[in-house]
């Protein structure tokens, strides 16, 4: 359709129309008509100068299988902990299976798949902030270190002895994972220090608006992920707009003092004729332009004795940059040597005067450009405005006030305005803040977990290598130790709650990362351990002995807080007596010898198992503190 408009044709008679259309539609199929040989010509030419459209196609590793086992095999070199098996392969990402939560993790902080390339250079960060936090603590302060990562853990509710050393080195394994272990719980608590920060200013905006009078979007709670963003970047814009009314505003306000200021001159008189008002303000035009013309001349005297410096100076960094084309390392010293000379430091800081000198006159010249502006615009409104040939100055003075008190009620709404659209849009912020910290702590609570759990299975792999080599430390960390008691109490929720569940499931195949040999496994099948007992071959006196504790003074409250931990837990994560122990043989009876010795199926010294209460645990998730330290 081509839509034609016809001067007059409401007045055209019918037979008018008609001829005019039919005039009309020749007129259009002559220009619209196609030459065909032309068209064919000209398709000819576009396709001989066809070519393919290049379309630069998303970045993908070279050979991502390889870079992934470099990144396996560095990172286990380096003491660190893959998430997964590398024998799975890519396919495990399609049956994640044990692995899941874990490589929704670190799958969402890489891309690719590349889990152990984004593992590697976490770890290695790790390794940077290590020697950091020992360059500022040695010589003689890393005991306060120590300190405060024993605190955090005992607030976390979290066992296992440090035993850091100042040399990295020296350290072994489960040392450096529960120094990372830190390390994460330290960013966890930053997460959850913004989150509260987050909550409050959130709390506070929203009192300022109801004491305004105004909705704070309490309508809004539970958006999807990503709205409140875009609302609030709704809500700038809205806030620019105001923004730029406040300004002018403040400028028409400028303007309303100025004019009342003018009107109050003595040199007016006391009859003041509209000559004269404008005379005024031309005045002000001519002082201001006068006023931009010497800085205008200062600037461009500025400039001129700068430029043969700034000249110099970029001629010198062509000369250092072909300098360091041909010897990178040869032209550094040169140019370090150069820096000293007492010539070159002179006229580098004669360049930095001159160059300080003029940035100060330019930028004075362009606040003289504004104010030449503005008193443009005055002159421009006294020509403008409805005002007599001769007028009481006192009649102008009142006039001019009126103006100001106007301006400045409309100034202060403008800027009430934008208070409250600032406040609005900082309550969307935080929304969306609040709603993506607390994504971003909940998977980090999967990577805390994740890391308990492998810190759980060093332990055990240390105690295990301490048996088999000779006695362990008095201060070593003890395999699937539980919490102690005041770490428990002190702390309601408990962090790894998903760590056991997942630690009760038995696992079908071995894991590359602590293997267990299967001959040392128990062959008993009419019971489930527990995932905190120790697996045996064997139980005899001088286990018992050795598990017996070395302050004889402590043992009945150490047994009571035992007693209290173990009690509170569920019937499926208590610990089992290694009396009790089944074989495949059935069960012991009590008095029954094995190895010569006969064992006891009571408590440890005679624990009374009438003592132990039914109460089932609370479980949940450790409330995890913000400590500001390192």
Not at 264 to 281: A, K, P, T, Y
Not at 341 to 346: G, I, N
Not at 392 to 415: G, N
Request: glycine share 6%.
């Amino acid at each position: 359709f081509v839509n034609v408009q016809i001067k007059g044709w409401q007045g055209f008679t019918p037979e008018e129309k008609e001829r005019c259309i039919l005039k009309l539609r020749d007129e259009l199929a002559q220009s619209l008509a196609v030459d065909v040989d032309v068209l064919k010509d000209k398709l000819n030419q576009v396709e001989r100068s066809r070519s393919a459209t290049p379309v630069c196609p998303p970045w993908e590793p070279d050979d991502p299988e390889g870079q992934e086992k470099e990144s396996y095999e560095a990172l286990v070199k380096d003491n660190g902990r893959p998430c997964y098996p590398i024998e799975l392969g890519f396919d495990v990402f399609e049956n994640p299976g044990q692995y899941k939560e874990i490589l929704e993790y670190w799958h969402g902080e890489s891309s690719h798949g590349l889990v152990f390339t984004k593992q590697l250079r976490d770890w290695e960060s790790f390794r940077q902030r290590q020697q950091a936090i020992r360059c500022g603590y040695l010589p003689d302060r890393f005991h306060e270190f120590l300190e405060i990562l024993r605190e955090r853990r005992r607030i976390h509710g979290l066992d296992g002895e440090l035993h850091l050393r100042e040399d990295v080195a020296e350290q072994s394994k489960l040392d450096d994972w529960m120094e990372y272990q830190n390390n994460k719980l330290r960013e966890y608590e930053g997460l959850k220090k913004k989150l509260k920060k987050c909550q409050e200013e959130l709390a506070s905006e929203r009192k300022a608006l109801a004491e305004s009078g105004y909705s704070a979007f309490e309508e809004i709670e539970g958006l999807e992920f990503g709205k409140y963003y875009s609302m609030a970047l709704e809500w700038s814009e809205k806030e620019g707009e105001a923004e730029e009314k406040e300004k002018l505003a403040e400028r028409k306000l400028r303007m309303a003092k100025k004019r009342s200021e003018a009107a109050q001159s003595e040199e007016l008189g006391e009859r003041v004729e509209r000559d004269r008002w404008i005379g005024w303000f031309t005045k002000e035009v001519e002082l201001q332009r006068t006023r931009l013309d010497e800085l205008q001349r200062l600037a461009d005297e500025a400039r001129r004795d700068v430029d043969p410096y700034n000249q110099w100076w970029d001629a010198k960094r062509i000369e250092w940059g072909e300098m360091r084309e041909k010897d990178p390392k040869g032209a550094e010293q040169a140019i370090k040597l150069e820096n000293k000379l007492a010539v070159f430091q002179k006229q580098f800081d004669k360049m930095m005067e001159l160059g300080k000198r003029a940035y100060e006159v330019d930028s004075a010249r362009f606040r003289a450009g504004e104010e030449v502006e503005f008193a443009e615009a005055l002159l421009e409104a006294a020509r403008t405005e409805d005002l007599a040939q001769t007028v009481e100055r006192a009649a102008l003075i009142k006039r001019t006030q009126k103006e100001v008190r106007f301006t400045e009620f409309h100034v202060e709404e403008e800027k009430e305005l934008t208070k409250v659209l600032d406040l609005k849009r900082r309550v969307l912020d935080d929304l969306h803040s609040i709603q993506s910290l607390k994504g971003q702590m909940k998977r980090h609570n999967v990577l805390l977990d994740w890391i308990e759990q492998q810190r759980r299975e060093l332990a055990g792999d240390s105690a295990s290598a301490g048996r088999e080599s000779g006695p362990r430390r008095p201060t070593g960390v003890r395999s699937g130790a539980l919490r102690s008691p005041r770490a428990t109490e002190a702390s309601s929720v408990d962090h790894f709650a998903k760590t056991r569940a997942r630690l009760q499931k038995p696992s079908m195949a071995n894991s590359i990362l602590s293997p267990v040999d299967p001959a040392k496994v128990s062959k008993a099948s009419s019971r489930r351990r527990s995932p905190y007992q120790k697996v045996g071959t064997s139980c005899n006196t001088s286990q018992m002995a050795g598990k017996m504790p070395n302050d004889c003074g402590t043992f009945e409250s150490r047994n009571e807080q035992a007693s209290y931990v173990r009690n509170a837990m569920p019937a499926s994560l208590r610990p089992i007596h290694s009396s009790r122990i089944s074989k495949p043989g059935g069960k012991w009876r009590s008095g029954q010898r094995k190895n010569g010795t006969k064992v006891s199926t009571t408590g440890r010294c005679g624990e009374d198992k009438s003592k132990a209460s039914s109460r089932p645990s609370t479980g949940g998730k450790s409330a995890r503190s913000s400590v500001n330290s390192p």
